[in-house]
């Protein structure tokens, strides 16, 4: 059965500083890979998705994210984290029309 | 602007009562899904509808139960029988077909809280 891996539950940086956010999949087929933000008591918005090409992949606010295969991983990036960035982030697999799944979850703090 | 609403946002109930959760779009999706979240645990899948007429069980679907008479709406309806249905419910829908449609679009959620 496919399941994704979101090893850090927390994660706190200093607002300007890099982030990244790890993400680890369990698939047998090819995947659709995904990353949404969630800020509080609302829904999910999609920050980025991979379906083939490209390996690196922008999305909107600024993220990329990185699909490697070897690692079975599709870890989140942004080089100048902004206190509006604080929110959950949510990596999430499916392939075809199978219903996503998803990670349990990263918190993502900004401090000053 | 076409979008997915539910409805209400927030929601109390009483233990041993049955609850409706509206979930309807305007975005002309085939496919619609409805997710429980609970804090530390992401989301989980309770049921999904691929097409008007028929749904199917996600990982969680005892204790709930859903209709798909039109392609617009998908209710959820929170039965007596879940043990522990206090949690935040998101609902979704997608475009079937090629993977550029493979997106799901969110409802901005309803709280239901058990008393």
């Known amino acids: 059965a496919q399941s994704v891996t979101q090893p850090d539950i927390h994660i706190t940086v200093s607002e300007g500083a890099s982030l990244e956010l790890r993400c680890n999949y369990s698939y047998g087929a090819t995947p659709y890979l995904f990353w949404y933000v969630q800020s509080p008591g609302q829904g999910l918005q999609l920050l980025l998705k991979?379906?083939?090409?490209?390996?690196l992949v922008q999305g909107i606010k600024g993220f990329e994210a990185e699909f490697k295969r070897s690692q079975s991983s599709f870890n989140l990036r942004k080089p100048s984290v902004h206190w509006s960035d604080a929110a959950e982030y949510f990596c999430a697999v499916n392939s075809g029309n199978t219903p996503l799944v998803f990670g349990k979850g990263t918190r993502l703090s900004v401090i000053a | 602007d076409g979008g997915i609403t539910q409805s209400p946002k927030y929601l109390f109930r009483k233990e041993g009562q049955n609850v409706t959760l509206s979930c309807e779009q305007n975005?002309?999706?085939?496919?619609m899904y409805w997710y429980r979240q609970d804090p530390g645990q992401g989301l989980r899948l309770i049921y999904y509808?691929?097409?008007?007429?028929?749904?199917q069980k996600g990982d969680i679907a005892e204790g709930y139960s859903v209709s798909r008479e039109k392609k617009e709406s998908f209710p959820l309806t929170v039965t007596s029988a879940q043990k522990n249905p206090t949690a935040f419910y998101l609902c979704?829908?997608?475009?079937?077909?090629?993977?550029?449609?493979?997106?799901?679009?969110f409802g901005a959620g309803s709280r239901l809280t058990v008393l």
């Open positions: 975005l002309n999706h085939d496919a």
């Open positions: 509808s691929q097409i008007v007429n028929d749904f």
């Open positions: 979704a829908s997608k475009r079937a077909g090629e993977a550029g449609a493979n997106v799901l679009t």
């Open positions: 991979y379906f083939s090409g490209d390996t």
